[in-house]
């Protein structure tokens, strides 16, 4: 397991479809967080979970919009009758707390996935 | 509530010269931790480096190496003898120590370098 992966890597959709992505952090990893970023811009917080739990949402995370990660281990992002301005970038992250799997960079360094790129026709 | 700023939309270095990528931060915390992060182009976010505001050190990761300057809310990178693989965009990012752990992320800085 050599970093965090994400599934798909490209999604096309049609406007009121529903969609579901997948990431698998880190193995040792039991903090994970989804990001969103659209063209020519940084990346916005979305959510973030430690183990099973969902311990914050953005505001940018409306009702159409919900993530799980059932066994602490990978998470899944739904989003629920798309829109045209769904279409962004999806990142997913994961950290560690705990010693050496925080990797080079220390504890709770942030290491992200190759992201899913939404399209909404 | 804490920002980021990247005032600099693009920046263009001969290979081998040395660039500096600004990046100023507003927060009314005393710990946390900043970061630069490269995405090349089609490719995911990579960790340069990164930077503890309670060390006085400037971190320092081969080419790549910052200037914090806490007290003036700034943290600039510079790469060193630059290469054609630092082509990308450089975001700087800020995370609290305690309050939450989401990073806070400026709108980033697209780096060319002419060969």
């Known amino acids: 397991d050599t970093g965090v992966s994400q599934d798909p890597r490209h999604k096309i959709t049609k406007r009121g479809q529903n969609v579901t992505f997948r990431c698998d952090p880190i193995?040792?990893?039991?903090?994970l967080y989804w990001y969103r970023q659209t063209l020519g811009q940084g990346p916005e917080f979305l959510t973030y979970f430690q183990n099973e739990a969902q311990l914050e949402k953005s505001r940018l995370l409306s009702d159409r919009f919900s993530a799980e990660r059932p066994k602490g281990s990978f998470s899944t992002l739904e989003i629920q009758r798309t829109e045209q301005g769904d279409s962004a970038m999806y990142l997913c992250?994961?950290?560690?707390?705990?010693?050496?799997?925080?990797?080079?960079?220390?504890?709770?360094?942030?290491?992200f996935g190759p992201g899913t790129r939404l399209t909404v026709l | 509530a804490q920002t980021v700023t990247q005032s600099q939309p693009e920046m263009s270095v001969q290979e081998a010269e040395t660039v500096t990528l600004s990046c100023t931060y507003d927060t009314s915390e005393s710990d946390y931790y900043l970061f630069w992060y490269k995405q090349p182009p089609s490719r995911q976010m990579i960790l340069v480096i990164r930077q503890e505001a309670y060390k006085q050190q400037n971190a320092t990761e081969n080419r790549f190496s910052v200037n914090f300057q806490k007290a003036a809310k700034s943290f600039s990178l510079k790469i060193s003898d630059s290469q054609l693989g630092d082509a990308a965009m450089y975001f700087c990012?800020?995370?609290?120590?305690?309050?939450?752990?989401?990073?806070?992320w400026g709108a980033g800085t697209k780096l060319i370098i002419k060969p």
């Open positions: 990012a800020y995370r609290s120590a305690w309050s939450n752990y989401q990073l806070i």
């Open positions: 193995s040792e990893h039991n903090r």
């Open positions: 992250a994961s950290s560690s707390v705990a010693g050496l799997a925080g990797g080079h960079f220390g504890t709770d360094t942030q290491y």
